[in-house]
């Protein structure tokens, strides 16, 4: 049996790994010029790396952390100690926490509504919720204008969703939010550090486990090779990159949805992968580096929120003992906004707001930005966001094989849909069901 595996991001290298353990061939395609996908290291100072994709991991997280453990890999804490910065238009600057100095009824209120709507929502079949179509229907900022009368719940709404989904709420629809909430571990579980789904790293980064699996496939990995074409029929199955023509017994496309959507598959998809409502991941990476992380020394977590632009919230993302990094996140409109300008722009406008949110810690030595919106074979970062209509349409076919074809990626994943778990979960899951098939016959 051969399998092609489109996409050489956690799912798909997953996917492979686990076919060729049971002897099966494979041969992964990948459109960029190394593997990851969404997981991506930049080298911040001699052998130190960061995260300029996903970065974060917790407990519930056990596949990957099987996969760590099965690499050499160890995790290493998110450091949280310190005072927070804020810059909300009013209240406290610098705070114990991270809650933000807001009205707490009122923002009480506003997770109140969403506690209520993430429990309702059927994680395994989002479509078939209780009032799916409405909730489909309906943006997340036509429901929060509809349900959130305080200012400070309103001005945190969106900052909030920037910061766990990359969202912008105009894009969303109610039942995306929920389901992506839900997905994760829930929002308690999903925004937190200690005990939640941000509490670790990968030592060293997280790009590292995708590399280590592509280690294991050695040349079956075609790096440059992006797929524009998948055909088959009872015979066999095809797929074209460029000039060349690989065939097989069948094919696992593990890429996002705006990119396997742009594939002419032969014949065509009963069903889209995505639709004119799909849209990307709003994220822009910045990293800051420092000689050491001396925010500490003024009593700060490195944590800050902002309402403007363009960060709208930084991390400590320090290696341990090592330089001083600060990760900054543009997310949801913004996102937008800041990557259309030019490169001096940018580093300007971080520069200049990163000075007000830490005024003593100087100039730093680097400045690191990775613009997921722009990314040609990612289209956006944490995950494609789905909008009005798109889980009544298009979640009944996520999982759903094509003939020979069959789907892996973040996005196929109700379980921790967006996160590297997801990703993980869904390889193991396409390759049981490829290597199921081959049993019957």
């Not at 990159?241 to 097989?248: A, M, P, V």
Request: aromatic letters at 8%; charged letters at 20%.
């Amino acid at each position: 049996m051969r399998v092609l595996v489109v996409g050489a991001g956690l799912g798909g290298l997953t996917a492979a790994t686990d076919l060729d353990a049971a002897g099966v061939d494979v041969v992964v395609l990948e459109a960029r010029d190394r593997v990851g996908g969404r997981t991506h290291g930049i080298e911040v100072a001699s052998g130190t790396w960061a995260d300029a994709g996903a970065a974060y991991l917790g407990d519930r997280h056990t596949e990957l952390h099987k996969l760590m453990a099965g690499l050499g890999l160890s995790a290493t804490p998110t450091a949280m100690r310190g005072g927070s910065r804020f810059a909300l238009g009013h209240g406290e600057k610098t705070r114990a926490g991270r809650f933000p100095p807001l009205n707490a009824v009122a923002l009480g209120e506003m997770f109140d509504r969403l506690y209520d709507l993430v429990d309702a929502v059927r994680p395994d079949a989002p479509w078939l919720t209780p009032d799916a179509a409405a909730l489909d229907s309906t943006t997340a900022a036509a429901w929060a204008a509809a349900n959130l009368r305080h200012p400070d719940a309103r001005l945190f709404f969106p900052l909030f969703l920037g910061e766990m989904m990359a969202a912008d709420p105009a894009a969303i629809s109610v039942l995306h939010m929920a389901l992506y909430l839900r997905a994760g571990g829930g929002i308690r579980y999903l925004n937190a550090f200690d005990g939640g789904a941000q509490q670790d790293r990968v030592l060293g980064g997280a790009h590292q486990v995708a590399e280590r699996l592509a280690g294991q496939l050695g040349d079956r990995v075609w790096l440059g090779h992006p797929v524009h074409a998948v055909e088959q029929d009872g015979g066999g199955v095809s797929v074209r990159s460029g000039d060349r023509c690989l065939t097989g017994d069948a094919v696992i496309v593990a890429v996002p949805p705006l990119l396997a959507q742009a594939i002419d598959f032969r014949p065509g998809l009963p069903a889209p992968r995505a639709t004119a409502a799909t849209g990307r991941g709003c994220a822009v990476k910045v990293q800051l580096v420092y000689p050491r992380a001396a925010w500490h020394e003024q009593g700060l977590s490195g944590w800050s929120v902002s309402a403007t632009g363009p960060l709208l919230s930084t991390v400590d993302d320090s290696p341990p003992g090592g330089a001083g990094v600060l990760t900054g996140f543009v997310t949801g409109a913004e996102a937008y906004r800041f990557a259309g300008l030019d490169p001096v722009a940018r580093e300007a406008e971080v520069l200049s707001q990163v000075g007000e949110l830490f005024p003593r810690l100087g100039r730093p030595v680097a400045v690191h930005i990775t613009d997921w919106v722009n990314e040609p074979y990612s289209k956006g970062c944490y995950a494609a966001v789905f909008g009005p209509g798109d889980w009544t349409r298009l979640g009944p076919h996520l999982i759903a094989p094509h003939g020979r074809v069959h789907w892996a990626g973040t996005e196929t994943s109700t379980e921790f849909f967006g996160l590297m778990e997801g990703a993980i979960r869904s390889g193991h899951r396409v390759a049981d069901e490829v290597l199921s098939l081959e049993g019957d016959k």
